[in-house]
């Protein structure tokens, strides 16, 4: 019989992974089950309480469909996602493969679309997209500064004003999305909108969680790329438009300075792909280094 001092229970607890052999497994769920019971302790949790935890998690679940992922956002929220991609990025800099150097990863976040189209160099991903014209250009380079040649840059974004295609209802059809590969000198150059602030989803547990918390939902205006090419550690990351509100305070805390880009306004007249653009149009110059996946 357990006598349920206090401390009692945790070690009891703790001791039924005696017989675990999976070494990875059982320092997760230590770690866990001491981080949860302490914290049970530390706020004095009453069942009332624990229960409305419970209904919330399971209202979290219950959210979740192939288009939305509620879990997703409730890491994000809390700061959990961006902590992971931060450690696995940190991870790979011990590695000594110069990946201190490499450009910075931020959150996938929910709206990546597996299997947008290829398109070559110059393409305009934007077209049809409300929001302002924008020429996004750089190279991907190594560490050392070697271009990458052949490198796939997955892109996707919101439209001008923060709406993605995946939250418009009926629409099938991929909307700023689109792939590109690097040419011989690893540049690359396409065309889409420049992107607008938006909200996160709030109309969910995690909404009802964020108000009562007396959070803001926006994250700051970007452009998602996924950098990926032979012999390297793929890099998930953004670009954030410069001068977009929320960038000290966004609602998944994926903002890195070293990600934060200088939109630049040019007047109506010839892009420097030759394009002739009848009103205002924008860019934006980045230039990604990815790390050697072996040492
Ligand atoms: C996004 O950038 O698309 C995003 C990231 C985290 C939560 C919601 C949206
Ligand atoms: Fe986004």
């Known amino acids: 019989m357990m006598d349920q001092e206090d401390g009692d229970l945790t070690r009891a607890a703790l001791a039924r992974l005696d017989e675990c052999d999976d070494v990875r497994f059982k320092r997760v769920m230590v770690s866990l089950i001491g981080h949860l019971h302490a ?49 696995d990025q ?107 602030y938006y909200p996160v989803p709030m109309d969910g547990p995690v909404g009802r969680m964020l108000e009562r918390m007396g959070r803001h939902p926006n994250r700051p205006g970007h452009i998602h790329m996924k950098v990926v090419a032979d012999g390297f550690v793929p890099v998930t990351t953004h670009l954030f438009v410069g001068d977009s509100p929320y960038l000290d305070s966004d609602a998944v805390f994926g903002v890195r300075e070293s990600l934060v880009v200088d939109f630049e306004e040019h007047a109506p007249g010839e892009a420097p792909d030759g394009r002739v653009m009848p009103s205002r149009y924008w860019s934006a110059h980045y230039d990604f280094r990815l790390a050697p996946s072996r040492a």
């Open 90 to 196: 940190a991870r790979q800099k011990g590695a000594g493969n110069g990946a201190a150097a490499a450009t910075e990863a931020t959150v996938q976040g929910p709206y990546y679309w597996d299997g947008a189209r290829d398109f070559p160099l110059g393409h305009d991903i934007g077209e049809g997209v409300p929001g302002e014209a924008t020429f996004y250009s750089g190279r991907v380079t190594d560490t050392e500064g070697a271009p990458v040649v052949g490198a796939l840059l997955d892109v996707w974004s919101g439209d001008g004003e923060g709406v993605y295609d995946m939250q418009i209802n009926g629409q099938s059809e991929m909307l700023a999305r689109g792939r590109f590969r690097t040419d011989d000198q690893g540049r690359y150059w396409f065309w889409s909108i420049r992107p607008g």
């Open 39 to 87: 914290f049970v302790r530390e706020v004095d949790l009453t069942t009332e309480e624990w229960i409305a935890a419970i209904d919330f998690l399971t209202a979290t679940g219950q959210c979740c469909t192939a288009q939305r992922q509620e879990f997703i956002l409730l890491s994000d929220t809390l700061g959990v996602s961006m902590l992971v991609v931060t450690q």
